[in-house]
Nanobody, 115 residues
Framework: QVQLVESGGGVVQAGGSMRLSCATS????????MGWYRQAPGNQRELVAR???????EYGDSVKGRFTISRDRTKNTIYLQMNSLKPEDTAVYYC?????????WGQGTQVTVSS
C-alpha cells in the first residue's frame, strides 16, 4: 500500500504564506508524478499543482504565480509553497502519487485562509 504523509496545513490570514509537505517511500517517489489537489465543500476536487519525475510542473489557473511545487529527492518529499493566500484557497489539500493508470491519495490536510 502506498503511503503518503502530508503535513503543514492550518489557519492563515489572507495574504499570508504556508508550506505543505508530502513524504512517501523512495520507490514511489522515484517512479511517480507527484501532485497536490484540493477540494472545498460543495466543489469537485481540482488540480493545484503537480511535478513529474523529471521536474516538469503544471499548475491550476487559480494558483499560477502564487504557488510553487517542488520535490526533494534526498527526502522523498514534495512541497507546495503557497504565497498570497486568499480565502478562496480554503480547502482540504490532498497529495497524490500517480504512475500511468495507478494512483494513491494522502489523507488530506485542511488549509483555512481567513479574511
Amino acid at each position: 500500500q502506498v503511503q503518503l504523509v502530508e503535513s503543514g496545513g492550518g489557519v492563515v490570514q489572507a495574504g499570508g504564506s504556508m508550506r505543505l509537505s508530502c513524504a512517501t517511500s523512495s520507490r514511489i517517489f522515484s517512479i511517480s508524478t507527484m501532485g497536490w489537489y484540493r477540494q472545498a465543500p460543495g466543489n469537485q476536487r481540482e488540480l493545484v499543482a503537480r511535478i513529474s519525475i523529471r521536474g516538469s510542473t503544471e499548475y491550476g489557473d487559480s494558483v499560477k504565480g502564487r504557488f510553487t511545487i517542488s520535490r526533494d529527492r534526498t527526502k522523498n518529499t514534495i512541497y507546495l509553497q503557497m504565497n498570497s493566500l486568499k480565502p478562496e484557497d480554503t480547502a482540504v489539500y490532498y497529495c497524490k502519487a500517480e504512475r500511468e493508470s495507478a494512483y494513491s491519495w494522502g489523507q488530506g490536510t485542511q488549509v483555512t485562509v481567513s479574511s
